[in-house]
């Protein structure tokens, strides 16, 4: 079973969102088999085999999550993202000020579902291969 710190290990490698497909193989390896990361207050859900869960702590009181998902500035935010433009904190808070309320990893699929405040799905993308 994999550990909080490995899974922290891996994500201090993130730099900006060209290092996510990376990061998702390196968990993937580890056993991670998808996780649920939470705006509001920055904790995550890892989920392994067998029904192995673990907790991340939150990172934020409160983080405020925008009622109304702006689902187009998101997904401008999220390609400036991807291409190494942003750093992870300052997508955190476009997330959150998009109303964006959660997303989660399926490292099976290797797809990325985000979803609104409500939980609504408002977008699923597919992770590319890392180039390692």
Not at 48 to 58: H, I, T, V
Not at 72 to 80: G, V
Not at 82 to 106: L, M, R
Request: aromatic share 12%; net charge negative.
């Amino acid at each position: 079973m994999f550990t909080l710190e490995q899974v922290k290990k891996a994500h201090s490698n993130i730099k900006s969102g060209l290092d996510f497909p990376s990061y998702i193989q390196e968990i993937k390896e580890l056993g991670v088999l998808k996780y649920i990361r939470y705006v509001s207050d920055g904790h995550t859900d890892y989920f392994g085999n067998n029904d192995f869960q673990l907790s991340s702590p939150d990172k934020y009181e409160g983080l405020p999550v925008a009622d109304e998902a702006n689902i187009e500035q998101f997904k401008a935010d999220l390609k400036e993202h991807q291409t190494g433009k942003t750093d992870y904190p300052t997508f955190f808070s476009q997330c959150a000020k998009n109303g964006i309320g959660k997303w989660e990893v399926d490292t099976h699929k290797m797809s990325c579902t985000y979803f609104d405040k409500a939980g609504n799905e408002v977008l699923i993308e597919f992770i590319p291969e890392a180039s390692r």
